[in-house]
């Protein structure tokens, strides 16, 4: 079976196509083209580019793209450069790296309005149990009776009624 530079390359010049022709459909640059035509994949800086120019470049030309690519996969699993995804660092993953990989995922409009209505709910509960706690205790209740002591020093003698009037002395 044709490499997937070999397939490329006649299916281009089988449509009489120009390298510059492709360019300007694909908008894929001339020197990028001529490396997948002839198989220089080292050329790229990875995988992902060659992958989708090669998509693009077989749908143009009208060829059997799930069959190109499982040919791609497999020329490239074959290389030294490609043969496994690169690495982004070399440090291992945290709990915070963990962490912010979740976060990355929540969808914010949703989180931040149900964070909302929880917040919400959580005020009303507070107001409502602050309130029914006011109304059943009894505000006077643990200040002792106490006894009217005038200045003057008789002891004993009652307040008079609010509503009767004061005795003149």
Do not use: C
């Not at 894929?28 to 001529?34: A, E, F, G, K, P």
């Not at 989180?111 to 917040?119: K, N, P, Q, Y």
């Amino acid at each position: 079976m044709a490499t997937v530079a070999e397939q490329l390359r006649t299916a281009r010049e089988a449509k009489m196509l120009t390298v510059h022709q492709v360019a300007d459909v694909t908008k894929i640059r001339t020197d990028h083209l001529r490396a997948l035509e002839e198989g220089n994949f080292d050329v790229f800086a990875a995988p992902v580019y060659i992958k989708g120019f090669v998509r693009s470049y077989a749908t143009l030309l009208k060829l059997n793209v799930p069959e190109v690519m499982a040919a791609l996969e497999k020329e490239l699993s074959q290389t030294e450069k490609f043969a496994e995804p690169p690495r982004f660092s070399s440090e291992p993953k945290g709990v915070l790296d963990w962490a912010m990989l979740q976060l990355s995922r929540v969808n914010w409009r949703i989180a931040s309005i149900v964070l909302g209505v929880l917040a919400l709910a959580a005020v009303i509960y507070l107001i409502v149990s602050a309130a029914s706690h006011q109304r059943a205790s009894d505000p006077l209740k643990g200040i002792p009776p106490a006894v009217y002591r005038p200045a003057n020093g008789n002891a004993g003698e009652r307040l008079p009624l609010t509503n009767a009037p004061a005795r003149p002395r």
